[in-house]
Nanobody, 121 residues
Framework: QVQLVESGGGLVQAGGSLRLSCAAS????????MGWFRQAPGKEREFVAR???????YYADSVKGRFTISRDNAKNTVYLQMNSLKPEETAVYYC???????????????WGQGTQVTVSS
């Protein structure tokens, strides 16, 4: 069992930056693939980025070059550094844990409650 708690969301102007954190409980954090997803009002949840236990990362095309996912296994924490944010990226951002290196939400077994990111124009 893994419990996930996101933090770091807020209001930022277009072009600005935010760093999201996701703190995980459980002794097996390092073995999980950790992912970030986002969901805007009226839209489906979409994949943003994932990181494997060894640090291999994968990004959605829409965020490549602007977002960076990282993890600190000693702190049971995964991060999402978001730069050059756009208004259309306003959404609730969720972290999730999976035993598979996947980019689809149903492959993730554990989810946080989400943190709101609002990008103003």
């Amino acid at each position: 069992q893994v419990q996930l708690v996101e933090s770091g969301g807020g209001l930022v102007q277009a072009g600005g930056s935010l760093r999201l954190s996701c703190a995980a409980s459980g002794r097996t954090f390092s073995s999980y693939v950790m992912g970030w997803f986002r969901q805007a009002p009226g839209k489906e949840r979409e994949f943003v980025a994932r990181i494997r236990s060894g640090g291999i990362t994968y990004y959605a095309d829409s965020v490549k070059g602007r977002f960076t996912i990282s993890r600190d296994n000693a702190k049971n924490t995964v991060y999402l550094q978001m730069n050059s944010l756009k208004p259309e990226e306003t959404a609730v951002y969720y972290c999730a844990a999976s035993n598979r290196a996947a980019s689809i939400s149903w492959a993730y077994d554990y989810w946080g409650q989400g943190t709101q990111v609002t990008v103003s124009s």
